[in-house]
């Protein structure tokens, strides 16, 4: 099925795409009054384990019920249209990341059983089936089921992921890595992520999102 069936148009005119000038570092849109910044103020002078990446979509109220259906109303097919979408609009700059590996963010394995699935690794493995770049859900495992993270500053959020994520195995041959997420908001998860992975020898690590925090609004 061609992507642009799964949404009619009238619901495309509202998605409100990530649009340049953006962050270096995270790609989040850089707000008017900060244009000539190379770097969001969540990332100023903050050491990231990962190089950087992308997102598609501003994370907005729209944006914002959409997700919520996928993670709690079931709406498994939405992540359909995320995931080709993703590879449609960020497919090139995936292609200079060069990944050997997409690792989706795990979750929690007693939130995946009510939920039935990983909505990091339902998007990754579409982009796998695209780019043909495997995905690696046997690396990175949640050890600790943290709170919703939304209503955390940065500092409690990085408290309440510390130790929150594992690795099960090495990556011998320095892969380089791009991990996959649904949300990104000031990087906290994806930076806990990305340190398990340079500890267990990935040579460098991108990530690409769906969402990212409106910077522009
Ligand atoms: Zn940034």
New binding site residues.
Partial sequence: MKNYSRICPDCRELISYVSEP???????ELPREEEDEA??????GRERSFKYGYALINYDKLMTRSMSAVKNRHRREYLDFYGEELFEKLGDRIGHMAPDIFVPVPIHRSRLRIRGYNQAEELSKILSAKTGIPTASDILIRRKKTAALKNLGEGERRKSLNGAFDTLRKLEKGERVCIVDDIYTT?STVEACAKELLAAGASEVFFICVCIGCGRK
């Fill in positions: 953006v962050c270096m570092c995270c790609g989040k770097f969001c103020r969540d990332c100023r990087g």
